[in-house]
């Protein structure tokens, strides 16, 4: 069987069948003119795949019946789960850097405010920033066809970052860095089962911000003579990683 994909939340399977309404409904009945008896994958939030046939059209809702469920696959331990910390960085640059980070496999996002983020994100938008945000990864993680979403979490500033990271190894692209590269420190390191990427914005990191995260345990590293931008740094340095730890 195959049909379109779907991200869903677990909760809403109960006794064989999946029931939803809201945007989930509109892109079904609405936009993709789906109907009874055709055939749609829903994929929840544990990776879970339920392939299920439309079984009931309600002008707010739609119930699927659920023919089959595939858990999802156990963690190939060999390739080690990758967090971005990325600065906020101005316009929609973020969007390309969840979009295609998600596409590339990126476990979770930690966006944050730098010291040097132009952006800002008002107290009262941060929920309506976030909810985007997860919409974004949610269409990606379709698209791509990845069985689990990653995470979306917000950070004030670099302190608040810290307060919650303690990966086997992590790395700060710096480019007051001038001697140690990523291949180095890669080379020099046992492979991970978690990595944390800390990328500043347009600006750079400030200094006590790059001695807080060093001293959170970040190695600082050049991703060479070139200055690159922000988003060509998150995604580059996550497609080196995936390369070397054979996930691409």
């Not at 156990?74 to 316009?91: M, N, S, Y």
């Amino acid at each position: 069987m195959s049909g379109r994909r779907f991200m869903i939340r677990a909760r809403m399977i109960r006794d064989g069948y999946a029931s939803f309404d809201g945007e989930l409904f509109n892109h079904i009945v609405r936009v993709l003119r789906l109907g009874t008896g055709d055939e749609i994958l829903l994929v929840d939030e544990h990776g879970t795949e339920h392939r299920a046939l439309i079984d009931q059209i309600n002008r707010e809702w739609v119930a699927a019946k659920i023919v089959s469920t595939e858990a999802a696959p156990e963690k190939d331990h060999k390739t080690p789960r990758i967090t971005v910390c990325q600065a906020l960085p101005k316009g929609d640059k973020i969007d390309l850097i969840l979009q295609k980070g998600t596409e590339l496999g990126v476990h979770d996002f930690r966006i944050f405010a730098a010291a040097r983020s132009v952006a800002k994100v008002r107290i009262e938008k941060q929920n309506a920033k976030l909810e985007r945000w997860n919409k974004i990864v949610t269409e990606a993680a379709r698209q791509c066809c990845r069985r689990t979403v990653p995470a979306v979490n917000w950070h004030g500033d670099v302190n608040d970052l810290c307060s919650n990271l303690e990966h086997d190894l992590q790395i700060l692209l710096w480019e007051a860095e001038q001697q140690r590269g990523l291949k180095q420190l890669i080379n020099n390191s046992r492979t991970p089962e978690t990595v944390a990427v800390a990328i500043g914005p347009e600006g750079g990191f400030e200094a006590s911000e790059a001695e807080l995260l060093i001293a959170k345990g970040f190695h600082p590293v050049t991703l060479g003579r070139r200055i690159v931008r922000t988003e060509t740094a998150a995604l580059a340095t996550v497609s080196i990683l995936q390369y070397i730890w054979d996930d691409i």
